[in-house]
């Protein structure tokens, strides 16, 4: 699996960015993926900032909830992270991550969980 993610960079507190992760790689099926969003900022460990399942469920960390937003395009092999009323604290190393093992139900939060990443987009928050 490869992963590409998109649309990060500087924003003022307040203001929004979307990020897209594409998704690619012969014998992996998108569809058949959980997919998350992690962070990590200098000093910090990386830290799960949403995740969704093959069938849709979305879980949100309590610190994004109301402002973040994940979503998945299956059709188009891409998940989003709708990020609005940003703040300080949000600047980071944004990543995208795969779990193309996952059952249907399954909603990984822990970044063992997931075997494929891509490298990152920074995303800075500040005026």
């Known amino acids: 699996v490869q992963l590409q993610a998109y649309g990060g960079g500087l924003v003022q507190p307040g203001g929004f960015l979307t990020l897209a992760c594409e998704f690619s790689g012969s014998g992996y099926t998108f569809s058949r993926s959980a997919m998350g969003w992690f962070r990590q900022s200098p000093g910090k460990e990386r830290e799960v900032v949403a995740a969704?399942?093959?069938?849709?469920?979305?879980y949100h960390v309590d610190s994004v909830k109301g402002r973040f937003s994940i979503s998945r395009d299956n059709g188009k092999k891409m998940v989003y992270l709708q990020m609005n009323s940003l703040k300080s604290e949000d600047t980071a190393v944004y990543y995208c991550a795969a779990d193309s093992t996952a059952i249907l139900s399954s909603l990984p939060i822990v970044a063992s969980d997931y075997e494929s990443w891509g490298p990152g987009t920074q995303v800075t928050v500040s005026s």
């Open positions: 969704i399942s093959r069938g849709g469920r979305t």
